[in-house]
C-alpha cells in the first residue's frame, strides 16, 4: 500500500493535475470496476468514452486501436503521452481513466485487451478475442458510470457486437426497490470509431435480453408471482408481434397437467401456464419447441430448505426467464424460425395441500412419477407441460432450460451451463454458441446407467430424483423419458443462472442473478434459423 501510494505521488505532478485521475489496477477483478484515486471527478454530466489498449509484447510498448490512434491525432498526441507517464501496460481489464483531455468527451477510459490478434481458444473452448473486448468494454463502461457520465461511447475493438453486450450487461442494476435518489443512473452507450451499426445493434438487443431475465430472476417473490411474471411477458413479447396465451387453473386442470398442479396446489398463488408463439417463417414449419420452469419461489415444500440463502430460490424462474427473454430477443433480431415457449409458473411452498414426498401422479403419456423430494420439483412442473407440447406442437426440437439439481453446480459451479441431449449435432451447436458469447456449456452423460437409477422401483415407472449422487444426471435421465422421438437438448443452469458466487465475470455484478445463459441460447437459435453452408 505504501508503495502505491508513492507511486501516486510521482505520477501525480502539476502537469497531469487537471487532466489525470488515477486507477487502482488490482481492484478490478475483485468489483468489476476501476478505483479512483480522486472523487474530483464526481460531478453528474458530461460525455465520456473507452478506449481499448492492446497489451505490450516482443519489444513492443502497448498499443491504442485503431479508433484509439484516431483519436490520440485528434488530441495531438496527448492520450499516447499520458500512457507512456503513467505506465499502462494493456493488461486485460486494466486501465486508468484520464478527465479534461478532450472538449467533446470530459473522461476518458483506456483499458487493457490484453494481446492483439488473439482468437478462439480450443482448451478453453472460448473465443478469447471476444471476450476480452467484451471485459474491456464491461469494465470501461461501469468506470464512466461511477463518474455518472450521462452518454459513454464505446471503441468497437474490431468486436462492435461484443463491446455492446459487455457495456450494456456491466452498467445494469437491478435497483427498482431502491429509493430513488439511491438508484443508479444508466448512461446512454454509443458506438465509436466503427460504421458497424448492425453488429452493436444485435449486441444491444442481447444484452437488453439478458438484462431482461436478469430483471425477472433477482425480482423478490412478492413482487414476482406467478399471475405478475405473465403480465411482464404480455408487456415483454406482445409490442414484438409474438403471440402469449395465459392458461388459468381451470384450463390446466381440463388439459390434464397434473404433475404442474402437484408442485402448485401447496401455494395459494394461483398457477398459470404461458404458451407463447413465434412465427419468423411458413406457419406450416414444424417450430422449436422451448419448455423452462418458472418456479417463482422455491422453499422446497415439504422437504423445506434451510433458512440460511433460501432467498436466492426467488431465482428457480431462471428457465422461464431466459426462455421469455431468448423469444423476445430472437423477435427482435427477426430470426426466420418458428419458437414455441412453454412455461408453468408456480409456488412451491409447504401446506396442508402440499405434495408428500412419495406421492405419485400419472402423466399424460400414461407413465407414473413418483415424488419422493418435493424440493426438487423442476423435472415435475416441466414433465406435463413438456409432453403437452410436444403432443400440441410437433416440434423439430425440444429444449428445456431450468435451474434442477444441485449436483451441476458441484460439477463446474459457474463456469458453464451443464447439457445433456440425445442429439450430437445439437450439443455442437450449442458448444458453438457458447463459445462464441463467452457463456459456455459443458455435455455431460445421458446413459442408461443413470436411466436405471430412476426407473427401478416395481411400484411406479419413474423417481423424481433417482438413487445416487449424480444428482443433476439422474434430472436429465427423467427428461430423457418424457421425449420419445424428437432430438432433445436439457440445460441445467443451477451453478450459472442463480446469485453470482462461483467466479466473478467482471461485466457481470456480483451477488446478483446473472440471466444466463440468454445469449447463448439466441445465439443458439440464430445458428438454426441461419445455418452456416457446408464449404
Known amino acids: 500500500m505504501h508503495s502505491l501510494r508513492g507511486q501516486l505521488r510521482m505520477l501525480y505532478t502539476p502537469s497531469l493535475a487537471r487532466t489525470l485521475r488515477l486507477i487502482d489496477p488490482l481492484r478490478w477483478n475483485r468489483t468489476g470496476l ?20 492492446y497489451e505490450k509484447e516482443s519489444g513492443k510498448g502497448p498499443r491504442l486501436t485503431p479508433a484509439g490512434e484516431k483519436f490520440d491525432d485528434r488530441v495531438q498526441g496527448k492520450l499516447s503521452e499520458l500512457i507512456c507517464e503513467t505506465k499502462i501496460t494493456g493488461r486485460l481489464g486494466r486501465g486508468k481513466v484520464f478527465n ?41 463502461a461501469r468506470s464512466l458510470q461511477a463518474l455518472k457520465c450521462i452518454e459513454v461511447h464505446v471503441d468497437n475493438m474490431d468486436y462492435p457486437e461484443q463491446a455492446a453486450e459487455g457495456a450494456a450487461l456491466a452498467v445494469w442494476r437491478y435497483d427498482e426497490n431502491l429509493a430513488k435518489k439511491y438508484r443508479q443512473f444508466v448512461p446512454k452507450l454509443e458506438l465509436h470509431g466503427s460504421p458497424d451499426m448492425d453488429s452493436w445493434t444485435r449486441g444491444l438487443f442481447k444484452a437488453e435480453a439478458q438484462n431482461l431475465a436478469r430483471r425477472l430472476s433477482d425480482a423478490p417473490a412478492n413482487c414476482m408471482t406467478p399471475t405478475i411474471f405473465a403480465q411482464a411477458a404480455v408487456d415483454a413479447l406482445c409490442p414484438c408481434g409474438i403471440t402469449v396465451e395465459v392458461r388459468t387453473m381451470e384450463w390446466i386442470e381440463q388439459q390434464r397437467l397434473n404433475s404442474f398442479l402437484m408442485i402448485a396446489k401447496g401455494s395459494c398463488e394461483p398457477p398459470v401456464l404461458l404458451e407463447i408463439a413465434y412465427c419468423g417463417t411458413a406457419p406450416e414449419d414444424k417450430p422449436i419447441l422451448l419448455v423452462g420452469p418458472g418456479i417463482t419461489f422455491n422453499s422446497g415444500g415439504i422437504n423445506l430448505r434451510e433458512s440460511d440463502g433460501m432467498d436466492e430460490f426467488r431465482g428457480d424462474l431462471t428457465g422461464a426467464a431466459v426462455i421469455l427473454a431468448a423469444m423476445r430477443a430472437a423477435a427482435a433480431l427477426s430470426l426466420p424460425i418458428n419458437i414455441t415457449a412453454i412455461l408453468p409458473l408456480c409456488e412451491n411452498l409447504p401446506s396442508g395441500m402440499s405434495c408428500k414426498p412419495g406421492d405419485v401422479v400419472t402423466l399424460l403419456n400414461a407413465k407414473s412419477m413418483a415424488v419422493r423430494n418435493v424440493s426438487r420439483t423442476g423435472v415435475v412442473v416441466i414433465a406435463d407441460p413438456m409432453l403437452y407440447g410436444q403432443m400440441t406442437y410437433k416440434p423439430r426440437l425440444v429444449v428445456d432450460v431450468g435451474s434442477m439439481c444441485i449436483g451441476i453446480r458441484k460439477a463446474v459451479g459457474g463456469g458453464a451451463t451443464g447439457i445433456w441431449s440425445n442429439s450430437h449435432y445439437i450439443w455442437k451447436q450449442f458448444q458453438r454458441a457458447g463459445s462464441l458469447t463467452g457463456d459456455r456449456l459443458w455435455r455431460f452423460p445421458l ?3 443413470y436411466k436405471d437409477r430412476v426407473a427401478e422401483n416395481l411400484s411406479y415407472d419413474l423417481a423424481n430424483d433417482g438413487s445416487g449422487e449424480a444428482s443433476s444426471c439422474l434430472a436429465a ?17 443451477y451453478g450459472t443462472g442463480l446469485l453470482t458466487k462461483f467466479g466473478l465475470i467482471p461485466y457481470l455484478a456480483a451477488g446478483r442473478m446473472t440471466g444466463r445463459p440468454t445469449r447463448t441460447l439466441v445465439q443458439f437459435l440464430y445458428q438454426m434459423a441461419c445455418p452456416e453452408q457446408p464449404k
Open 477 to 493: 435421465a427423467v427428461l430423457h423419458e418424457l421425449v420419445p422421438c424428437s432430438d432433445w437438448a436439457h440445460l441445467d443452469t
Open 447 to 449: 446413459w442408461r446407467f
Open 34 to 53: 476501476l478505483r479512483y484515486a480522486s472523487c474530483e471527478a464526481n460531478k453528474q454530466g458530461g460525455k465520456g468514452i473507452i478506449l481499448g489498449l
Open 100 to 140: 479534461n483531455v478532450d472538449v467533446d468527451f470530459r473522461s476518458i477510459c483506456v483499458v487493457g485487451l490484453g494481446l492483439e490478434g488473439i482468437a478462439f481458444n480450443e482448451l478453453e473452448m472460448l473465443d478469447e478475442g471476444m471476450e476480452n473486448v467484451r471485459v474491456a468494454a464491461g469494465i470501461g
